[in-house]
């Protein structure tokens, strides 16, 4: 094929390896800023053209087929060093610009996120943000974002990972609860206690690590009732705060502290509650070889933003 024939179906090509991350019509077309029909429509051509089926279109799916599949793979790494190029040029001169998206949980992204971003594109007016607030796991790559603002213990190896601020999560009560029911001593008590849970892991049941200098390690675990269970720790604080019960949230979502009696107070200080909030915030992003520029302004400004980490409830939590 000469190049004349070929580059017409360039567009048409990448459009498929888009098709592939996305196995959406919908998802592609709004990111290559097209309408679904006609995202559709090209694919036809393309299978036409081809003599070949690409796709393979169910009622609820899309999917490639085995000589899509391959068609992908050969074009993909050259799309990829094209786009990767292409970033690097138009770094090279001017002020950083362009769309990025950006995914965090809602807590995190509307406690102290937002006001960081507001900050963000005053200093660069010549970037967008797409900030969607989610406390559902992201693929970031099939569904188009750039970055991703999130609390873990191991970020995945297949993305960068750059450190904004170490976090932890603190168990509390309001002072109204303890009154009523009394301060467990021991997580074992937990089991006679309302207990107010978060939508991850072991939803049913606590595993505690002993975090003081005496019998350090010692672990136990506990069977818990709740009256409520959620996928949102804004929520679960505010029922904290009504007394409901005895709750985990991550200390980004701690409710400001106040003269006098504190709106929360620690529970079982000496102990910790493991392997649902991580313990630092990170900003990934799929590895790649070439991070935009404008990419990098927004993770160094978090950075900055996020490096005094985020403000306990009262001194008796530090």
């Given at each position: 094929?000469?190049?004349?024939?070929?580059?017409?179906?360039?567009?048409?090509?990448?459009?498929?390896?888009?098709?592939?991350?996305?196995?959406?019509?919908?998802?592609?077309?709004?990111?290559?800023?097209?309408?679904?029909?006609?995202?559709?429509?090209?694919?036809?051509?393309?299978?036409?053209?081809?003599?070949?089926?690409?796709?393979?279109?169910?009622?609820?799916?899309?999917?490639?087929?085995?000589?899509?599949?391959?068609?992908?793979?050969?074009?993909?790494?050259?799309?990829?060093?094209?786009?990767?190029?292409?970033?690097?040029?138009?770094?090279?001169?001017?002020?950083?610009?362009?769309?990025?998206?950006?995914?965090?949980?809602?807590?995190?992204?509307?406690?102290?996120?937002?006001?960081?971003?507001?900050?963000?594109?005053?200093?660069?007016?010549?970037?967008?943000?797409?900030?969607?607030?989610?406390?559902?796991?992201?693929?970031?790559?099939?569904?188009?974002?750039?970055?991703?603002?999130?609390?873990?213990?191991?970020?995945?190896?297949?993305?960068?990972?750059?450190?904004?601020?170490?976090?932890?999560?603190?168990?509390?009560?309001?002072?109204?609860?303890?009154?009523?029911?009394?301060?467990?001593?021991?997580?074992?008590?937990?089991?006679?206690?309302?207990?107010?849970?978060?939508?991850?892991?072991?939803?049913?049941?606590?595993?505690?690590?002993?975090?003081?200098?005496?019998?350090a390690g010692e672990r136990v675990g506990?069977?818990?009732?709740?009256?409520?269970?959620?996928?949102?720790?804004?929520?679960?604080?505010?029922?904290?705060?009504?007394?409901?019960?005895?709750?985990?949230?991550?200390?980004?979502?701690?409710?400001?502290?106040?003269p006098g009696e504190p709106l929360l107070?620690?529970?079982?200080?000496?102990?910790?509650?493991?392997?649902?909030?991580?313990?630092?915030?990170?900003?990934?992003?799929?590895?790649?070889?070439?991070?935009?520029?404008?990419?990098?302004?927004?993770?160094?400004?978090?950075?900055?933003?996020?490096?005094?980490?985020?403000?306990?409830?009262?001194?008796?939590?530090?």
């Amino acid at each position: 094929m000469s190049s004349d024939q070929l580059a017409p179906l360039v567009a048409d090509l990448h459009l498929l390896t888009v098709l592939a991350a996305t196995r959406s019509f919908t998802e592609t077309a709004r990111r290559l800023g097209l309408s679904k029909a006609s995202a559709s429509m090209r694919i036809s051509e393309l299978e036409r053209l081809a003599g070949v089926l690409l796709v393979r279109r169910t009622t609820r799916s899309v999917g490639l087929t085995e000589a899509g599949q391959q068609l992908v793979n050969d074009m993909q790494p050259a799309f990829e060093r094209i786009s990767e190029s292409y970033i690097a040029v138009k770094d090279l001169v001017g002020t950083p610009r362009g769309l990025i998206r950006v995914t965090a949980p809602v807590a995190l992204g509307r406690q102290h996120l937002a006001p960081c971003v507001s900050a963000f594109l005053k200093r660069f007016p010549d970037i967008q943000i797409e900030l969607e607030l989610t406390d559902r796991f992201v693929n970031l790559a099939s569904e188009g974002f750039d970055l991703a603002i999130r609390h873990t213990n191991t970020p995945p190896e297949t993305h960068v990972a750059w450190v904004l601020c170490e976090s932890r999560s603190i168990l509390l009560a309001s002072p109204d609860y303890l009154k009523r029911r009394g301060v467990p001593t021991h997580p074992s008590e937990l089991a006679a206690h309302d207990c107010l849970l978060y939508l991850g892991g072991h939803v049913g049941s606590w595993t505690f690590a002993r975090n003081s200098k005496r019998k350090a390690g010692e672990r136990v675990g506990v069977s818990l009732t709740s009256k409520l269970k959620a996928n949102n720790s804004e929520v679960l604080r505010d029922a904290l705060l009504a007394g409901l019960g005895i709750g985990l949230l991550p200390d980004f979502s701690l409710p400001p502290s106040r003269p006098g009696e504190p709106l929360l107070v620690p529970v079982l200080p000496d102990w910790q509650v493991q392997g649902f909030f991580g313990e630092r915030i990170y900003a990934l992003r799929p590895w790649s070889p070439q991070v935009p520029k404008a990419v990098q302004c927004l993770v160094e400004h978090l950075r900055q933003s996020f490096a005094q980490g985020f403000h306990s409830i009262s001194a008796s939590t530090r």
